[in-house]
């Protein structure tokens, strides 16, 4: 290999070399930048507000799956002794709430309940605000379920702060099971006064029927759950 061509090699090899280190800062900078960083004296903290976090998204889930895709029901839903559920089906008209609205009512209750996590006699040592409260919800596969809840902490004369979001998935089949209600309402519509055990029956999941009287009725839609162990969309229909 002649002088000339070793050069060019060894300067070739040199700026790869010197793309591949910038490219591993630029990532790590990246990362770094993603990463956030908490303090020890702050950890309880995080931690009592990402599991409050986790447990108000679980509450609005099965909230939304037991009264008809609402955590704040209609005022004129089914009411029996023991359940309040939203009319998926009522004067003739599907009424079941959108995968959009049911996503609504899930961040609207994180916003609303996120506010109270922190029990300031048991971080009586710490000044703590929390800021505005944002929840971002999206129902796939799974429930996908954002949450930025920043949080000021003082202690003395060290200040915190916590602002990344809480990313939360909780493993429920809602998006199939709100498919399975639209399509029972169809039929309903359809059949007017009944359907056939068999249709209902047809499917991955097991729909039960809860006659509240003669034209009026409440479906469930249930799934296992690592929630709870279970997991049910229920929605009343009116067949007059």
Same mark, same amino acid.
């Given at each position: 290999?002649?002088?000339?061509?070793? /050069?060019?090699?060894?300067?070739?090899?040199?700026?790869?070399?010197?793309?591949?280190?910038?490219?591993?800062?630029?990532?790590?900078?990246?990362?770094?930048?993603?990463?956030?960083?908490?303090?020890?004296?702050?950890?309880?903290?995080?931690?009592?507000?990402?599991?409050?976090?986790?447990?108000?998204?679980?509450?609005?889930?099965?909230?939304?799956?037991?009264?008809?895709?609402?955590?704040?029901?209609?005022?004129?839903?089914?009411?029996?002794?023991?359940?309040?559920?939203?009319?998926?089906?009522?004067?003739?008209?599907?009424?079941?709430?959108?995968?959009?609205?049911?996503?609504?009512?899930?961040?609207?209750?994180?916003?609303?309940?996120?506010?109270?996590?922190?029990?300031? =006699?048991?971080? /009586?040592?710490?000044?703590? =605000?929390?800021? !505005?409260?944002?929840?971002?919800?999206?129902?796939? =596969?799974?429930?996908?379920?954002?949450?930025?809840?920043?949080?000021?902490?003082?202690?003395?004369?060290?200040?915190?702060?916590?602002?990344?979001?809480?990313?939360?998935?909780?493993?429920?089949?809602?998006?199939?099971?709100?498919?399975?209600?639209? =399509?029972?309402?169809?039929?309903?519509?359809? !059949?007017?006064?009944?359907?056939?055990?068999?249709?209902?029956? !047809?499917?991955?999941? !097991?729909?039960?029927?809860?006659?509240?009287?003669?034209?009026?009725?409440?479906?469930?839609?249930?799934?296992?759950?690592?929630?709870?162990?279970?997991?049910?969309?229920?929605?009343?229909?009116?067949?007059?």
């Amino acid at each position: 290999m002649k002088r000339g061509q070793v /050069s060019i090699s060894i300067i070739i090899s040199i700026v790869l070399l010197t793309v591949i280190v910038i490219a591993f800062f630029l990532s790590k900078t990246k990362l770094d930048f993603f990463s956030e960083k908490i303090s020890p004296e702050i950890t309880p903290i995080h931690n009592a507000m990402k599991t409050c976090i986790e447990q108000r998204t679980i509450d609005a889930v099965n909230l939304v799956g037991l009264q008809g895709g609402y955590v704040r029901v209609p005022d004129d839903a089914l009411k029996t002794d023991f359940l309040v559920v939203a009319y998926g089906l009522q004067n003739g008209k599907n009424t079941l709430p959108s995968l959009k609205k049911i996503e609504d009512e899930i961040s609207n209750y994180i916003e609303i309940t996120v506010p109270f996590c922190i029990d300031e =006699e048991e971080f /009586s040592d710490f000044k703590i =605000e929390i800021k !505005e409260v944002k929840g971002k919800v999206n129902i796939q =596969e799974s429930v996908f379920v954002s949450v930025i809840a920043p949080l000021s902490i003082q202690k003395g004369e060290k200040t915190f702060s916590l602002e990344n979001p809480y990313e939360i998935t909780l493993p429920v089949q809602l998006k199939k099971m709100h498919q399975r209600a639209q =399509e029972i309402i169809k039929k309903q519509m359809e !059949e007017k006064n009944y359907i056939l055990l068999s249709y209902l029956t !047809e499917n991955e999941f !097991e729909i039960t029927t809860i006659a509240a009287n003669e034209r009026q009725w409440i479906y469930a839609i249930t799934d296992d759950s690592e929630i709870n162990g279970v997991y049910s969309f229920a929605f009343a229909v009116d067949t007059q």
